[in-house]
Nanobody
Framework: QVQLVESGGGLVQPGGSLRLSCAAS????????MAWYRQAPGKERELVAH?????IYVDSVKGRFTISRDNSKNTAYLQMNSLKPEDTAVYYC???????????????WGQGTQVTVSS
């Protein structure tokens, strides 16, 4: 069984910063990629940043957010700077991983962490 646990969300003023963490644990053979998604009220879930063989960002966060990984800890981070009210959403961690050598890649999700940007 695999668990993804996010932390680091909260309330921050516009222009402020937050750092989200996502720790994967359990039966993990290898992690191919990790990503952060977000879902604002009334909107669809969208990809924010992805780190694997390549690193990609949604245009709206380029230059402000940075995704990184610590493979030794099976942990991904999202450093969010210059936050805007439109960044307000529930942020979800996603990992593409194998639980054994013989398995195919499967996607796992965290429970989400709320980020609110407001004065």
């Amino acid at each position: 069984q695999v668990q993804l646990v996010e932390s680091g969300g909260g309330l921050v003023q516009p222009g402020g910063s937050l750092r989200l963490s996502c720790a994967a644990s359990g039966r993990i053979f290898s992690i191919n990629a990790m990503a952060w998604y977000r879902q604002a009220p009334g909107k669809e879930r969208e990809l924010v940043a992805h780190i694997g063989d390549t690193t990609i960002y949604v245009d709206s966060v380029k230059g402000r957010f940075t995704i990184s990984r610590d493979n030794s800890k099976n942990t991904a981070y999202l450093q969010m700077n210059s936050l805007k009210p439109e960044d307000t959403a529930v942020y979800y961690c996603n990992a593409e991983l194998k639980t054994t050598y013989w398995d195919s890649l499967d996607a796992y999700w965290g429970q989400g962490t709320q980020v609110t940007v407001s004065s």
